[in-house]
């Protein structure tokens, strides 16, 4: 059962459940009036036959059969389900596509495979007769006509008898094009395969349904046909036959009629579709309106297509021929068509993939994207195809989201399609196919990384990292593909000099297990930071980033080649100074006119006042020797990119500081042997106050290091206070001073 028949199935169930109800209260009253709604249910009209003497009352076709068997067990009693033509007939028409154009691809499809099968049978040599049919070229021509409000669809391709009008157009739901496939399959198996005509990848129809979506933009339909011959008793060939044309008219209300054609309408081989449209949706008479629907969904038919006189398809679906014969003005003449832009493409993709299933695809990056200059999220800029026919325009499910700078256009003989053939219907079939295209482009973008690197790093990555950084924090299972791709600058570095993860991995130390990175916004201020000291003491290199998105990557991203990915800002960083360094140390502890620091007891002593005095702001305080030229840092694991990430996902929606989630308490760890540290110890006794103003002002120099103030505005006061003090201790000093030379005077 094709599922336009479970569709009709269902509609029927409502109809016969109605008849079920009738019958229980017929029992009750008369077992005649039982008897007689019981006959209702179980009669269904019926198109006739082609073997049947033709009635000019007889003109409704039932669809599925409703004779009931018995089994043995007389308990048990199965039927079939039945089918109301026009009910069947208007889903069909008005609730099976999404847009009411999309007739116009249906229609020129058919006409399509009537051609290609006129074309398989002269191909193979099966048609015989006076051989004039040769001469009538193989096209399509449409033609409007506003006055009449009519749209006619005309194809020179193998036309149709009446039998087969009863049989293709009297049934619904059964494919002419797909049986006629099947049987010529059959046929050619026995055969030798140099001798056939690799038919079958030109026909487009599969489900028998496209025809009726004709009724959803008019009133009436009248198909003629003239056939190109009548097949032969083996159907081995087909004969040229005298008969005239014919039509087939109906309104799409379950009933039509059919007769010979009338003298004076000329039909030549072939078949003519004319649609008498409805007058609320006369602009299907247009002409500047059928150009567009041809173009947008029927411009790669194999076949000519003219309207009014005029060819359409004038552009050649490059998609399906061999890669090596397209040439770069092919190429970009087909990227202007797909992606409605003039550059040329930055790089071409093109390929053929067997596996999941059969694909064929084309795909180009432009030499910029339109994102960055405020014109909104791109749409995806790759389309589906199925025999060289649109079914789904910029579709979001053939590659990720991130990869929506990529224009082209896949195409598939064997992706399974809804009945409307508007979307994909295996959805894992889909997914599949999605991998191994994402796949597919990653490898390339390798590839060139390699191959051409200054293309790939001045042209490609300067324009597109976001969207391979994006990729990284969406698509988890190209993470790691995707890492290998990106670049940054690193410590040890020249400004504006980029080395990959690979890179940086190569050149490190055999004791370095992990990867450390760290956020600033720009690098002179992360050369300058005090996170880079330890790094500096220890010789290790430090990737720098500067965007949020960077930190965001390296969160989601969390190892890179069985490295762990650690922030500066991390606590633990397990480095250990060089010898040098531990030298310098003892060297300057030696040094008399160095500054002494912190014994360990006094140490602790300044770790518990600085908690307990700072308490709303700070969590835990302990010493380090990760520090040289700065009194603190901030460490903290999450708190950083947390902050960061929070705060660009804010403004994005307009919010502001005023309304955000409150700091948290850090953790600060000190620098006993730092002058200001010193320095504070001494003065919480002599001066608590002034200490207290001090160690507040070391907790926000740590925050404003760490990226971390949301506004530094709040140090304003602060600083004045101090900057009074000292210019105070100054003038006294003076004053002091002052005083000394006169009395010495």
């Not at 999404?98 to 229609?107: A, C, G, I, M, Q």
């Not at 006409?111 to 006076?130: C, F, N, P, V, Y």
Request: charged letters at 25%.
């Amino acid at each position: 059962m094709t599922q336009i028949q479970l569709a009709a199935a269902r509609a029927a169930r409502r109809q016969l459940s109605r008849f079920a109800s009738q019958q229980k209260n017929c029992l009750r009253s008369s077992p005649l009036i039982c008897q007689n709604v019981a006959d209702v249910a179980s009669n269904t009209t019926r198109f006739p036959s082609a073997n049947r003497p033709w009635s000019n009352t007889q003109y409704q076709v039932s669809f599925m059969s409703t004779e009931a068997s018995k089994s043995n067990d007389n308990s048990v009693e199965e039927m079939e389900f039945q089918a109301e033509t026009r009910q069947l007939l208007d889903i069909v028409t008005h609730s099976l596509y999404t847009d009411k154009e999309v007739f116009l691809r249906e229609l020129v499809s058919n006409a399509s495979d009537a051609l290609e099968k006129l074309r398989h049978i002269q191909a193979t040599g099966t048609i015989s007769g006076s051989g004039d049919q040769e001469s009538i070229p193989l096209e399509i021509r449409i033609t409007t006509d506003e006055a009449a409000n009519t749209l006619t669809i005309t194809d020179t391709g193998i036309g149709m008898t009446k039998e087969e009008m009863v049989s293709n157009l009297g049934t619904i739901a059964r494919s002419g094009s797909k049986a006629f496939v099947h049987e010529m399959n059959l046929k050619a198996q026995g055969a030798d395969t140099n001798d056939i005509d690799p038919f079958g990848e030109g026909i487009i129809g599969r489900f028998g349904v496209g025809f009726y979506s004709g009724f959803m933009v008019s009133d009436k339909v009248d198909v003629r046909s003239k056939s190109a011959g009548k097949v032969s008793d083996n159907e081995t060939q087909i004969t040229e036959t005298d008969d005239g044309p014919i039509v087939w008219e109906s309104t799409g209300t379950g009933k039509y009629s059919i007769s010979d054609l009338s003298e004076d309408i000329r039909q030549d081989r072939g078949t003519s579709v004319v649609l008498h449209l409805k007058p609320e949706l006369s602009q299907y008479s247009n002409e500047s309106t059928i150009e567009t629907i041809l173009k947008k969904y029927s411009n790669f038919v194999g076949f000519p297509i003219f309207l009014n006189g005029t060819r359409v398809n004038t552009i050649d679906a490059i998609w399906l021929q061999d890669p090596k014969t397209v040439d770069e003005d092919k190429h970009s003449a087909f990227y202007k068509y797909v992606s409605h832009m003039h550059d040329e493409p930055l790089s071409t993709i093109h390929f053929r993939m067997d596996a999941p299933l059969d694909i064929k695809a084309l795909f180009y990056i432009p030499s910029f994207h339109q994102e960055k200059y405020g014109m909104g999220r791109m749409e995806p800029g790759v389309s589906l195809y199925s025999r060289k026919i649109l079914i789904e325009a910029k579709s979001p499910d053939i590659l990720p989201d991130w990869c929506r700078f990529v224009k082209g256009v896949v195409d598939s003989e064997d992706l399974p399609l809804s009945i409307s053939r508007e979307k994909p219907q295996d959805t894992a079939l889909v997914g599949k196919m999605r991998k191994a295209l994402t796949r597919k482009l990653i490898s390339h973008l390798s590839r060139m990384m390699k191959k051409e690197p200054e293309k790939y790093k001045d042209e490609f990555y300067k324009e597109y990292n976001f969207f391979l950084k994006e990729g990284i924090c969406q698509d988890f299972e190209s993470q790691q593909q995707l890492s290998k791709l990106l670049y940054f600058e690193t410590s040890k570095g020249m400004a504006g000099e980029l080395v990959s993860l690979d890179e940086y991995v190569s050149k490190c130390p055999p004791e370095q297990n992990d990867i450390y990175y760290l956020f600033a916004p720009s690098r002179e201020l992360a050369l300058q930071s005090p996170y880079m000291e330890t790094f500096l003491k220890s010789k290790r290199e430090v990737i720098f980033i500067y965007s949020a998105i960077d930190d965001f990557v390296m969160a989601n991203l969390k190892q890179f080649e069985g490295r762990n990915l650690l922030s500066a800002d991390r606590s633990e960083l397990g480095l250990k100074d060089d010898d040098d360094a531990d030298k310098e140390d003892k060297d300057g502890s030696d040094d008399s006119g160095a500054t002494k620091g912190l014994t360990p007891s006094e140490a602790t002593e300044f770790c518990a006042w600085f908690q307990t005095t700072l308490a709303s702001k700070v969590s835990k305080c302990k010493t380090t020797n990760r520090l040289s030229s700065s009194p603190a840092v901030i460490t903290d694991n999450e708190s950083g990119a947390l902050r960061r990430m929070m705060r660009m996902v804010e403004t994005s929606e307009g919010g502001t500081s005023s309304n955000s989630m409150p700091l948290p308490k850090q953790t600060v760890e000190i620098n006993p042997k730092h002058e200001i540290i010193v320095g504070i110890h001494h003065l919480k006794e002599k001066d608590p106050m002034l200490a207290e103003v001090l160690a507040e002002q070391v907790v926000d120099n740590c925050l404003v290091a760490a990226g971390l103030l949301d506004d530094g505005r709040t140090m304003l006061p602060r600083l004045n206070d101090l900057m009074l003090c000292i210019v105070k201790n100054n003038v006294k000093e003076e004053e002091s001073g002052e005083k000394d030379s006169k009395k010495e005077s």
